[in-house]
C-alpha cells in the first residue's frame, strides 16, 4: 500500500511538472541569442540529465528546439554555481550529448541552427513535445 501511494505521489508531481509552461524563444532572431530563462531551470535541468538522455534516446519526432545560451543567464556566483554544477554532473551531461548526437530527428534540428553539441550543458523535453538545450 505504501508503494502505492508513493507512486501516486510521484505520478502526480511528475504530471504537475509537465504542465508547467516551457520557456519560449523569438523565432523572429537567431536561435544562437536564445530565450531568457531562470538559472533554476538550467540547474534542475543539469541534475536531471541522466533521465533526459534516457528519454531522448527513445524521442522519435521533436516538434521544436529552443536554444538558450547560460552564459546570458548566469554571472558572478551564479556563474560559479553553474560552472560547480556542470562539473559534477559532466558524465550525464555527456550522455545528453551522445543521446541528442544519436537522435538524427533532435540533430538535425540543431545542426540547423549550427549549434555544436559539445557546448549543450543540459536539454529538457518539454509536455508539448518541444526541447529546450542549454548552451554555453
Do not use: C, W
Not at 559534477?88 to 544519436?102: C, K, L, P
Amino acid at each position: 500500500m505504501r508503494h502505492s501511494l508513493a507512486f501516486a505521489i510521484l505520478l502526480a508531481t511528475a504530471m504537475a511538472d509537465a504542465a508547467k509552461p516551457a520557456a519560449q524563444v523569438d523565432t523572429s532572431t537567431t536561435a544562437s541569442t536564445g530565450a531568457k530563462a531562470e538559472l533554476g531551470t538550467v540547474m534542475s535541468a543539469i541534475e536531471a540529465s541522466r533521465s533526459t538522455a534516457t528519454a531522448i534516446q527513445a524521442m522519435t519526432s521533436v516538434r521544436s528546439v529552443q536554444i538558450i545560451k547560460v552564459s546570458e543567464i548566469a554571472t558572478g556566483d551564479d556563474k560559479q554555481a553553474l560552472d560547480r554544477a556542470v562539473s559534477d554532473n559532466q558524465s550525464d551531461i555527456t550522455g545528453v550529448q551522445a543521446a541528442i548526437m544519436a537522435n538524427a530527428t533532435l540533430k538535425k534540428q540543431l545542426d540547423a541552427e549550427t549549434v555544436d553539441t559539445s557546448s549543450i550543458v543540459a536539454a529538457a523535453i518539454n509536455a508539448d513535445g518541444s526541447v529546450t538545450v542549454f548552451v554555453r
